[in-house]
Structures are given as C-alpha cells and as structure tokens.
C-alpha cells in the first residue's frame, strides 16, 4: 500500500470490536454492527521505519488470503502477517528505505524471541503463499539484506552440476521441497510457472520471466539444499 494511513485505515479489522472475535484492541468508534471486513495485518511498517501495531500476535489477522505454504492452506491461521508500506507495481515499485527496513529486521528479531518456533526459514512473501494472485513485497524487496542479517534465507552456494533430464518435474519438486504449493504434474502448468515466478522475485529479481532457464534451476537446487 501506497502509504501509512491508508494501510492501516484497511488492515485494521472492526470484528473484535463486533464481537465476531476476541481481543478489545480496536478502536472504540467501531459499531458493534460493523461488518467483518477480514482485511487485516498484525503490524503496519512505514517508510521512516514506524511500527503499527494493529492485531496481538497470537490472534489470527487476515493477510494473506487464499494461500498455501509447506502442503498447508489457510497460512492466515499460522502467520504472523507483515504489511510493508509501498506503491508496489501500480506506483511504480519504489525503492524500500533503509530505515524501513532496518525496523523489518529488527521487528522480526523481537518476533523470533517471542516465538521460537519462527526462525529464518519460515519468513515468506505474499507473493511465495500466493504466487498466482499476489506479487508483493515485490522484486526490489531486499531478502539478502533480510538474509544477512540473520531473519532469512539465502543461498550460499549455487549448485554446479543439475541432475535429470526432465525438466518440469525436476522443477516441481524442488519448487515443493522449499515450500510453494505446486502438483507433481511433470509439465509447466500455470501454476507451476507462477511459482517460479515468485521463486525469482525473491532469489533472481533480475528477471522474473518464469523461464526456467539454467541458472534459475541452479538457484533451485541451492534454495532447496538450504532449507534440507
């Protein structure tokens, strides 16, 4: 989202309020009658590194939509859900600013303590649970950044030798073996592509075609070895 006040004027959800849920954290102008807009994030970060804190993390916000991670749907009811303020690809896909994500790194580390389960590894995109209706935080998004401050994965060596010859299915397990929700199809369906898609914003940014082209399968098998 573009900015701050409308990021938070949408994410903050009126059904605690409305008796829908538990947890009296909204603000005390929401009718009792509102509607459940189920439309929520549990913090906000703007773009001088403000941190909103909207929904307790141990309630479910409603972030991510329809979405799957790890064979798991509903990701919603097992996330704790991030919302980056920027104009993403409608405002042109700004640059993220230092000190946004600066407080990313910092709010994921106090995120880790509170919850030991959560580690690098579980740190996912919109655009990884989703692949086929959402592409945020986008491929300016810095993941290494994320990586080399310890709240996230990145490969650190590339694979030099690729087994197999068939392709797609090579693809598709590995694709699943890191998490993305694709069927062992042994062709590169629409899902598929949209999947590897997400893969290279977050790992190749560079180009996003959803070709798999060498060096996307070599980054592959080095994601996939790092999550093993």
Known sequence: MQDAETAIARLTDPAPVAGKYPGPWQSE??????????????????????????????????HAGASSWEGEGD?????????IVNGGHDFGLPDFADAQIDAVIQLLKDIFERWPELNAKRVVGHSDVAPERKADPGEKFPWKRLADAGVSIWP???????????????????????????????????STKAALVAFQRRFRPSDISGSADEETRFLLAAVAHTLA
Request: glycine share 8%; net charge negative.
């Open 156 to 190: 650190e060596h590339v694979a030099t030798q690729l087994d197999g010859d068939d392709i797609a299915s090579d693809i598709q397990l590995q694709l699943g073996a890191i998490g993305y929700d694709v069927k062992q199809t042994g062709a590169m369906d629409n």
């Open 75 to 83: 990701v919603n009811a097992r996330a704790i859900g991030i919302e």
């Open 29 to 62: 102008d929401v009718l009792p009658d509102a509607a459940l807009s189920r439309v929520s994030a549990h913090y906000v970060v703007d773009e001088a590194g403000k941190i909103y804190s909207l929904v307790p993390e141990e309630h479910r916000a409603w």
